[in-house]
C-alpha cells in the first residue's frame, strides 16, 4: 500500500531511534516471531509484510495476498502500519551499522563498506 499523504521520514526515522524500553523489547519479539517464520533477523514482521504485498518485490501471488492482508489490518491500527514500519527498520538498522562501525574503529578494524546489493536472499 502506497502512502495517500507524504510521511515525514525524518520524524519517524528519529521517533524509531527514540523508542523507550519496552517498545524496543516489542520490535524484538516481533523481530523473533519474524525469525521462527523464516524471515530475516532484521525485519519486522511488518516490514516483511509490506514486501510481500510490493508485486515488484515478490511476485508469488499467495505472499502478495498474505502481505496485503496482514498491512489492511494493520493499517486499521495505525495508518501507513506497513511504511512506518519500514522506516523503523532502516532506522534501526542504519545506527546498529553505525555503532558496529564505530567499535570495529575503535578495536583497530579497517571498516570498509560491503554492497550485499540484491544477491542477499530476504524473505
Excluded at 32 to 48: A, C, K, M, Y
Excluded at 64 to 91: E, F, P, S, V
Aim: some cysteine; aromatic content about 8%; overall charge positive.
Amino acid at each position: 500500500m502506497s502512502a495517500e499523504q507524504p510521511i515525514d521520514v525524518s520524524a519517524y526515522t528519529k521517533r524509531a531511534l527514540a523508542e523507550r524500553y519496552f517498545h524496543r523489547i516489542w520490535v524484538g519479539f516481533d523481530q523473533f516471531v519474524n525469525v521462527l517464520g523464516g524471515g530475516s533477523p532484521d525485519d519486522t514482521i511488518s516490514s516483511r509484510m509490506q514486501r510481500w504485498q510490493l508485486k515488484a518485490l515478490d511476485p508469488n501471488p499467495v505472499k502478495r495476498a498474505i502481505g496485503k492482508g496482514m498491512c489492511t489490518w494493520l493499517g486499521w491500527i495505525q495508518k501507513n502500519h506497513d511504511i512506518l514500519a519500514n522506516i523503523g527498520d532502516r532506522a534501526r538498522a542504519q545506527a546498529e551499522e553505525r555503532r558496529t562501525s564505530e567499535t570495529l574503529a575503535a578495536s583497530g578494524v579497517q571498516v570498509t563498506k560491503v554492497d550485499v546489493g540484491s544477491k542477499e536472499k530476504t524473505q
